[in-house]
């Protein structure tokens, strides 16, 4: 750093130098408090959707593809693609189909160790080998997206990332501005 130089250091560059916890369960503790911390006075829903999607494929090795489908509104039973950090996902998938649809249809997580093994699961990435997906609720319970998590490795996820998924959801997206 230049002698007498002013930096200006945002929470955000702040987070991408930030050690985080090996054990999984710390880890999701810190960048839920790391995403509350960038996101407060932040009500725009791209923009806490993007700041999710972000700071959690980047704090997470075992996350390939990490994103939002968005319920349309216009078709209501109709996912489309919001922001995402990824190889290129599939545009519109339909409420029931594959493991987002599974999860929009049911409005449960949906944890699968073995995508091959689910029924109508969509290979967006034929890279991707087990999946969380965890339903998005506004904060009058509509469901708004779903939350999608894909590995690259068989049985990437349990019970951790399902409880601190749908904690750090809840945490972002059912609350009133
Ligand atoms: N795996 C998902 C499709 C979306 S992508 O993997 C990005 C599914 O079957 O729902």
Known sequence: MRKGARYITTMAEAFNDLALPADKADRYATVAGEIASVLEGE???VARMATV????????????WTGFYVVDEAKGDELVVGPYQGTLGCMRIAFGRGVCGAAAASRQTQLVADVHAFPGHIACDSRSASEIVAPVFDADG??????????ETPAAFDDVDREWL????????????
């Open 142 to 151: 509509r469901l708004i997206a779903v939350f999608d998590v894909d590995s």
């Open 43 to 45: 009500p725009n829903r």
């Open 166 to 177: 749908e904690r750090i959801l809840a945490q972002v997206f059912s609350k009133s501005f």
């Open 53 to 64: 999607a972000s700071m959690l494929a980047n704090s997470f090795a075992h996350y390939f």
